[in-house]
C-alpha cells in the first residue's frame, strides 16, 4: 500500500517560515511528480508547487519567491520550504505523489491526508 504522510504544519506568524516534509512509502516503483496543493475555506484545491524527478520546479504565481520545493528521491520525500508566510497561505497543504508501483503499471495520484498551516497577522 502506498502511503503519503505530511508533517510540518502548524502556526506561524505573518513573515515567519514553516518547512513541511512529506514522506511517500509503500510499493513504489518510480514517482514521477511530487506536488504541494492547499485549499482554503471556501476555495477549491490549488497548485502551490510541483517537482519533477529530474529537480524540475513549477510553481503558483502566489507564491514564486517565498516558496521552495525540492525532493529527496533516494527518500521519496518531498519538502516545501514556506518564507514570508502571510495570512492568505493559511490552508491546508496536501502532499501529492504521481506514481506507478510497478514497471508496466500505470500512474497514479496519491494524496497525503493534508496538513493544516495557518499564519496569523
Known sequence: ???LVESG???V???GSLR???AASGSIFSISVMAWYRQAPGKQRELVAAVTS???TNYADSVK???TISRDNAKNTVYLQMSSLKPEDTAVYYCNANLKVS???SNYNYWGQ???VTVSS
Open 54 to 56: 529530474g529537480g524540475s
Open 114 to 116: 493534508g496538513t493544516q
Open 103 to 105: 514497471r508496466l503499471g
Open 20 to 22: 513541511l516534509s512529506c
Open 65 to 67: 519567491g517565498r516558496f
Open 1 to 3: 500500500q502506498v502511503q
Open 13 to 15: 506568524q505573518a513573515g
Open 9 to 11: 504544519g502548524g502556526l
